[in-house]
């Protein structure tokens, strides 16, 4: 931003400070700490090359089996055990390199979830490249009454995607083909499999991009990110893939193929069936094709940090922003001072912070459109007039795509850090914005009360950040170590909280194994029962993703 | 728009071609030809004023019953009939004002469409005015095997909204609260029958507007707009209702509620139940509360008026308006050469098209956004752009509101236009952009082979226009009159055609009477196998809104 002169503002000289965020560069990327990305790069690559899993197994062994740390749940007896002759009919269909058997190794990256915390036993992966080999599969499976786990990415959060005992995996990491794009429309069709980052750099090239972005877009695909409703960085600004889904190619546990890859924008022809398998977490059928509508790639992008004395004033700030930058926000996240303290600790070690003054609430904004000058003037008058109703305390804004990284770095360095920190109690919570940070201090008084929260006590950080544009609270607790104690502490006081503010105790992670059995904290029992009806509907036998998502 | 030269441009001077626009605002509104609006206005009044209506009723008696024009329909022998017994119980819900029973004059208003094209033969409506009453009303019903038609605003275009033989009419007109309205997020909870346009003005005082605009915003309701999907004029920038809806209060045919009426952005918890109620047409139950996004109402709206000399240079314009607009492009309209000669001939006769030469196409770009200079500066650089590569011939920017409705009035007064040049074949049909035009081509050829169109003869005009950034075709064919010959030389050609090029039937009207039968040409057969599957599963005795919407 050339000229840009703000009183109090500091516009960061990426030369001079170059040292400064050397470290943070070095740490992170845009999308997620390095960390978790080579973890997510690593089961891609494991999936290709067995030899190479070995250095991996040896830790993956050490995950206990989700079966262990749920006794309630019970393996269902009406699913069949696999028998040769079944692999037999799956070798029939498939090519042996696209069949995983035997080899406790081999089948260890789809057993287990990259957040290490579930872990199946499955004993058959298979990898069809077809919706026809889907299909047979899946007919094939329902008619024998094998338990199936469809897997895209393997990057969910909530257990949603691994198998509990010995349901066959069912992997889309062979359905990778962009099938056709229309830069008239913006609507683009492409294979179940495809990596999120792939699509959003092949569009780039074309001008647009794709209308969703999370952390972990380098290993999960878009199959993966519709069936579980994904939401993410750009949902304030482009919404929810229920208004930007065009159409799916859907295999239903039957083996029906449910063709509605449509690529219009408009049609009113019968109940919108596809919205059901929007969010429905592998329970319904197998997500094989996705027709999506892209929105053009803003020609201008920027980023600015700003300190923040008070909740009130992150709200008033959020307020302003839509009022003054209306058709250019793109992203307005916030984490509060707690967060900043593990980046610190934890990420940028000895480093000095962005702002010089430390605040309790800290916020990112993010705005991109078709002209620059245009861009930077609206944000300059918004951020003048921030300042000069003392709505934020200080500032910087971004001179180049590097600082802007940096800047996104910080925010999306909070989970990595609060990783680094302890074992951590993740929610991921929705809620009208203006008691959203009401639960981190309802929450951190209760512990303190508990006596378990402090120096040298069993927690030692709580924190909130989150997309205050969507209303999305990611409130992590990191402890010492997992203990039945501290859960019943926090369970399921958080989810009883969220529901008396009206909120929904799964914003955006899903429900899976997690949460299927809280979902009563969300959703009336009529609303349950009907969705109860759906599954019967669909899939009879109860095949798709057994002992998630849905209470008993 | 301040010192905005441009070549070719003509900058409309309001003061001196006032003369020139002042017929075309007489006979038009922004939103609907006025004589559509007086109808829509004159039901609202009836339903409060029975004395009001004999003048009414007197045309309306004309309209042949829907029964006696639809010979294959028969009443559903599984229906009971009216009894006195039924009555009572109603009279014990309601209070008597809400209840219209016996006075067909008071009855017609509910049972005719406002189009005039549909008239079924309810003998009693009833107008809850809360949901508790709703839900009474309609376990009651279900337990008597009584069918019902909900009904909004009564402005649908396919039949959807008025019984075929003896339904009970549920009007939602008496549910027209505001719950409540959220300024930090822009949510807003109302009642299903609160009319479109007074939510928009609500919300224009706080700076709001509702994502969605159409005609008919005077009198249609938001339950309606819901029930039906409603598309129209915004879509192109605020997505559609399976984006904004947040939230859904509905009343099963059971009678029970299904209490939705969130004001989460984000929630992952289950299916999404509520979609499935977005354009489902009173077939699934009735919305009796709605919570959806609003966004921002902008500062600055301008509108241009431009001639183009083919449907590819239409089809260039708006490849560079999405490219160059981007943000602020928040309409993209066109019409045909017919459409300005119907226009002349019944709506401005005599007067002067704002454009000196006549073009085979004509757009209306509507640009909105936070910054007037901004916006004023983006659309300047554009037309530009156009003039210099010789994509369009010439155009008119609108200097200021008054002139900007005078252009959408333009557009608006086409379906008016029409309806008074003959009795009008409408169809409503979206596909990939670039064969759009080519359907309105190849049925004016189709037409002219069987020696059916031209002057003096059964066809008089065949005209397209309609919404290019949706992809949505309104194709109206004019005729002397509905003729059985006429209506099977288009139909189902039209449906095959847009088969064939991968579009749907309806794109935004729904299909309501008019379109169940044509449903195969949208939808496989497995997708209507599971629709009709939730039907019986929610309806189970198929009272809600019957011989509509799905196929036998």
Known sequence: MRNFVLRNFQCLSFLSRKALFRSILKNHVRNVGFGLERKHKSYSTLNQDPKAASVYTHKNAEVSFTADKYLNLKRNPNFSELTQEDITFFQSVLPSNNIIVGNEDDLLPYNIDWMRKYR???????????????????????????????????????????????????????????????????????????????????????????????????SCQIGGNVATNAGGLRLLRYGSLHGSVLGLEVVLPDGTVLDNLVTL??????????????????????????????????????????????????????IRAKDELTEILSAFEFWDANSVKLIQAHIVQGSKFPLDTNYPFYILIEVSGS???????????????????????????????????????????????????????????????????????????????AGVYGKDLPINNVIGFGHIGDGNLHLNVSAQNYTPEITALIEPWIYEWTEKHNGSISAEHGLGLMKAEYLRYSKSSSMINIMKKIKKELDPNGIMNPYKFLPD
Chains 1, 2 share one sequence.
Not at 292 to 302: G, S
Request: hydrophobic share 35%; with cysteine; glycine share 10%.
């Open 371 to 449: 002209n620059k000058v245009h861009n930077d003037e609206k944000l300059s008058s918004f951020l003048e007039n921030l300042l000069e109703n003392q709505i934020v305390g200080d500032g910087v804004v971004a001179q180049d795509e590097t600082q802007a990284k940096v800047i996104w770095a910080i925010r999306e360095g909070i989970p990595e850090a609060c990783n680094k920190a302890g074992s951590v109690y993740k929610y991921d919570l929705s809620m009208p914005l203006e008691c959203m940070y009401k639960l981190v201090e309802d929450l951190r008084r209760k512990l303190m009360d």
């Open 265 to 318: 924008r408009k049609d009113n022809t019968g109940y919108d069936i596809k919205q059901l398998f929007i969010g429905s977490e592998g329970t319904l059928g197998i997500i094989a094709g996705v027709s999506i509508q892209t929105p053009r790639k803003p020609k201008a992008v920027n980023v600015v940090l700003l300190g923040s004395n008070s909740f009130e004033k992150v709200q008033e700030t959020f």
């Open 120 to 218: 199946g036993k499955s004993k058959l992966i298979v990898r069809p490249k077809t919706t026809k080999q889907i299909s047979e599969i899946l007919k094939y499976c329902n008619d024998r009454r094998l338990a199936v786990v469809p897997q895209g990415g393997n990057t969910g959060l909530v257990g949603g995607g691994v198998p509990v005992f010995d349901e066959i995996v069912i992997s889309t990491n062979n359905l990778n083909k962009i099938r056709s794009f229309d830069h008239l429309s913006g609507s683009l069709i492409c294979d179940g499999g495809c990596i999120l980052e792939n699509l959003d750099n092949y569009l780039a090239e074309k001008g647009f991009m794709m209308p969703l972005d999370l952390g972990a877009k380098g």
